[in-house]
């Protein structure tokens, strides 16, 4: 049941990145003005995430879900699960770091809209099941081995 809803752990920053940018095309003035409901909005996004991440973590669930019929598969094993977390942590510190430190300027809401696809799309690196897992698959694997849990 839960393997079903692998697709949200990347979607959710993808979505609604996507929705401030066609927001951000069709009001450009007003969107500009609104830096703080657009900065909650995509970091409550990558809040959601994580939460889905953790519980993917915390219960062990493992597999292969389909995206898009049977051209695109997620694959989801302990450490893209704890790969993405910590990635997904990262960019929720910078998120955050960028909120309360970056002045409200011309570009901060394109800033914000890179964020959450930058999370959405590292997210979906993660999960890809390439070649990269063979990078960084020994290195998260030695982490968890020695006892290093969340």
């Known amino acids: 049941m839960l393997l079903n809803s692998t697709w949200l752990i990347p979607g959710i920053p993808i979505i609604a990145s996507i929705f401030i940018t066609l927001l951000l095309l069709s009001f450009s003035k007003t969107m500009n003005r609104l830096t703080k409901p657009v900065s909650y909005f995509l970091i409550i996004s990558l ?3 994580e939460i889905i991440n953790f519980i993917f973590f915390k219960n062990n669930i493992s597999g292969h879900y389909l995206l898009f019929g049977s051209n695109f598969e997620l694959v989801l094993d302990r450490p893209a699960i704890l ?5 997904g942590f990262v960019v929720l510190l910078i998120m955050l ?3 309360a430190k970056l002045q409200r300027r011309n570009g901060y809401v394109r800033y914000f809209i890179i964020l959450g696809f930058l ?3 590292l997210y ?3 999960f890809t099941g390439s070649l990269f897992h063979e990078f960084y698959d020994p290195f ?3 982490l968890d081995i020695k006892g290093i849990s969340f």
């Open 47 to 49: 809040i959601i995430s």
């Open 124 to 126: 979906l690196f993660s």
């Open 140 to 142: 998260i694997s030695y």
């Open 119 to 121: 999370s959405g799309f």
């Open 97 to 99: 770091f960028s909120l």
């Open 83 to 87: 790969f993405a977390e910590s990635m």
